[in-house]
């Protein structure tokens, strides 16, 4: 999940669905991986300050309607 703040992202994951923030690589930006320790699923935040691709998304003038 992409989002501009991980760390909201990360306590709402942790509160709402109990997981706990599991050890992640030293990527270059910042973010957590959360699940439980040895089961799956997990959800990878990624912070980023860029608005991906989506129904929000501005559309420019090379937009399909």
């Known amino acids: ?5 991980a760390e909201r992202s990360k306590d709402f994951y ?3 669905l109990g997981f706990q923030v599991l050890p992640r690589p030293a ?3 910042g973010g ?6 040895g089961i799956f699923p997990q ?6 300050d ?3 691709p989506g129904p929000i998304a501005a559309q420019g003038s090379l937009a399909r309607s």
């Open 43 to 48: 959800i990878h935040i990624i912070q980023s």
């Open 50 to 52: 860029v608005v991906p």
């Open 32 to 37: 957590y991986w959360l699940g439980t320790p």
């Open 14 to 16: 942790c509160r709402v």
């Open 27 to 29: 990527f270059s930006t």
């Open 1 to 5: 999940l992409v989002t501009a703040d």
